[in-house]
């Protein structure tokens, strides 16, 4: 869950994002350009991890990013927890999971 109230998150947030965030289940409408999202359709789950990582590389080495500046969000981690391991460390590119295994008794 991201909560958009976390100030840390707020200022490092695009105006799309923070939109999208807050807005995600409902029919409004951004009404400017969203260039600071971007979609990308794929066969499978390691195509998806895939094109991400090759997003990441294009945005640190020819757009000067630093992967701290990158967030990657997914609906729901458990089922792309694993590839993205794999593909990123396959890329190199370091990253952080606040992943939190549920036990359901």
Do not use: Q
């Amino acid at each position: 869950e991201l909560r958009t109230e976390d100030s840390k998150v707020k200022k490092k947030m695009s105006s799309e994002l923070m939109f999208l965030c807050e807005n995600y289940d409902t029919d409004r409408i951004y009404e400017n350009p969203a260039d600071g999202i971007h979609l990308h359709i794929a066969d499978d789950i390691y195509s998806e991890a895939e094109n991400a990582a090759c997003e990441i590389i294009d945005l640190v080495i020819d757009k000067g990013y630093k992967y701290s500046d990158i967030s990657l969000l997914c609906g729901n981690l458990s089922d792309y927890a694993s590839c993205l391991e794999a593909v990123f460390e396959k890329y190199r590119i370091p990253y952080f999971s606040d992943y939190k295994f549920r036990t359901i008794l």
